[in-house]
């Protein structure tokens, strides 16, 4: 019980911060995953993958909550999902697989250092100049590709990558946010399947109640709560100033990196 007590407040932490900012939530998860499973005592060499892809599957409920609100804003760009969508969904699969060949510590300490930089890009309010307009079908495939990889490496949304970009090809700040929440849909997806996939080949060594990389109890209580957040985090994306929250969320963000780091470096 207490499990499903800890699943539900993730999830819904995680969904609001996730239609907030469009990222998925991972962020945030995929730390605090690894230490509640950790307390259950699951296999070592395979915590972090299950909190990859735990993280993955509740970004899929995540990024349909929040990206319907987001649509009911008209701020979702659907030619940039349509346009980015088939290179993300290649990278989703590749980043899956390689997940699977990567050292638990890599991965602990690769994921830390990402947190870090997301940290920083929020806390400095980190934007490049808008100097371009958006680039044509190959550098879509191109970028998508690489989005999708990154983010299925470390469970994510893809709103850390993707609204910086779109920012630099001169979309709104909130159009951004709005178009990230639903090119997650499609990450999610992609990076679910490949984590259900390369997870079935080590399955005997895993925990019970488990798909592949994704823990269902988990993953049930993060997709209840996170559903129910994401759209609340998605208003709040229109109708509040995002500066407070971003530093906040920053520094959220350094702390739960600091302790993966740590872990790293054991």
Known sequence: MDGLVAYLLLGAVAGFLGGTFGIGGGTVLVPVLVFLF????????????????????????????????????????????KA???????????????ALSISPKFLFGFFACFVYFAAAQMLLDMRPHALRTLPGKLGMTGMGAFTGWLSSLVSIGGGTLVVPFLLWCNIPLRHAIGTASAIGLPIAIGGSIGYILTGLSVAPALPP?????IYLPAL???????????????????????????????????????????????
Do not use: D, Y
């Open 220 to 266: 049930l209580g993060l997709a209840l709560a996170s559903t129910i957040t994401a759209p609340m985090g998605a208003k709040a994306a229109h109708h509040l100033p995002l500066g407070v929250l971003r530093k906040l969320f920053a520094g959220v963000l350094i702390l739960l990196a600091s302790k993966m780091l740590l872990k790293a470096l054991a």
């Open 38 to 81: 950790e307390a259950q005592q699951f296999p070592e060499a395979h915590v972090m993958h299950l909190a990859l892809g735990t993280g993955m599957g509740c970004i899929v409920f995540t990024a349909i909550a929040s990206l319907r609100k987001h649509h009911e804003h008209g701020a979702v760009n659907w030619a940039v999902v």
């Open 84 to 98: 980015i969508t088939p290179g993300i969904l290649l990278g989703t699969a590749f980043g899956a697989m390689t």
């Open 209 to 213: 109640h488990t798909l592949g990389f």
